[in-house]
């Protein structure tokens, strides 16, 4: 959930199926302008025709760190379109109890000029090329603050009853310009089901300290997965190895060759080892490697006569 360190007690999030849904921060970006210490931004996945809720709560600390009790005003806008508004009275409490609201969908009006309220749901937006200027800049207008889900906590007073009077927004459109969208990896707006009848009443209100300064501001811009790694909000999945994608038999098979190729190379069956003959030669003999064989030297023996060496 999301909080503000200078507005403390107060928590907004984000359900799906009533389980808050996982918040990431851009730790590159930084929040200007008045309000930026009162502003907290957080990224989400958008998953595809979800039904989504928003949850505002205000805990004890809330009111030991205001140390007033004034009515409160929970405002939202989706798109950049005012959608709906829920109210808390404390003014005239004895207690400051901690409290939660839950903001279902859009407040409307049917055909019989009964209240309304019409389910959050995301829906893919198509980003297409288009040189239709007209398209263009109605697309750059429409797409503004298209992703971005705005929860503002307002001090008001709240006053008499009022007949119902808002409209539930169109949502957002199926496709979207290219260049309107100037490289902000959108992919996702909201769309409004239909409108289920309330019998709850409308009141009017005033704003204690202008409804241009809230006392704290909650900013959830919603993206697909893939839309959030490009944006690096959450790393990239690494490349899947090969490896993991063979069977079990041949990570085996190629375990196998590769210790294999590491003993050797393995010996033909059938083919016997050539064998050698060691021969010994004395250091005097010569080989003659260049022609026939040598032929053996005869050893000579004299056939002459004695010669008596003897006196007569």
């Not at 006392?215 to 490009?230: I, N």
Request: hydrophobic share 35%.
């Amino acid at each position: 959930m999301a909080v503000i360190d200078t507005v403390p007690g107060v928590e907004v999030s984000i359900l799906i199926n009533g389980q808050p849904v996982e918040e990431y921060v851009d730790s590159g970006e930084e929040i200007d302008g008045p309000l930026a210490s009162k502003t907290v931004v957080k990224y989400i996945e958008a998953i595809s025709d979800a039904e989504f809720i928003i949850k505002a709560s205000a805990l004890s600390a809330f009111y030991q760190h205001r140390k007033t009790k004034d009515d409160i005003l929970v405002g939202v806008e989706i798109d950049g379109a005012r959608v709906r508004g829920c109210f808390q009275r404390h003014a005239k409490s004895k207690k400051s109890a901690p409290w939660s609201k839950i903001i279902e969908g859009a407040s409307g009006l049917n055909g019989a000029g009964r209240r309304t309220i019409s389910a959050f749901k995301f829906t893919a937006v198509e980003i297409v090329e288009t040189t239709d200027k007209a398209k263009i800049e109605k697309d750059t207008t429409a797409s503004a603050k298209l992703g971005e889900i705005c929860v503002e906590i307002f001090r008001v007073k709240i006053l008499g009853r009022t007949k119902p009077k808002d409209k539930v927004p169109k949502g957002a459109a199926s496709e979207i310009a290219e260049k309107a969208v100037k490289g902000r990896a959108l992919s996702h707006g909201t769309t409004f089901g239909p409108g289920k009848v309330l019998s709850t009443s409308i009141r009017k209100k005033e704003y204690l300290d202008g409804n241009d300064t809230p006392l704290a501001r909650f900013v959830f811009r919603y993206r697909s997965k893939d839309a959030l790694r490009k944006l690096l909000i959450i790393p990239r999945s690494p490349s899947p190895d090969p490896f993991d994608a063979l069977s079990a038999a041949e990570r085996e098979s190629l375990a196998r060759e590769a210790f294999q190729n590491r003993q050797g190379p393995k010996r033909e069956p059938g083919i016997k080892a050539e064998r050698t003959v060691k021969r010994e030669r004395s250091n005097s003999d010569a080989v003659d490697l260049t022609g026939a064989a040598p032929k053996s030297k005869q050893r000579k023996t004299s056939m002459e006569a004695p010669i008596d060496l003897t006196d007569d």
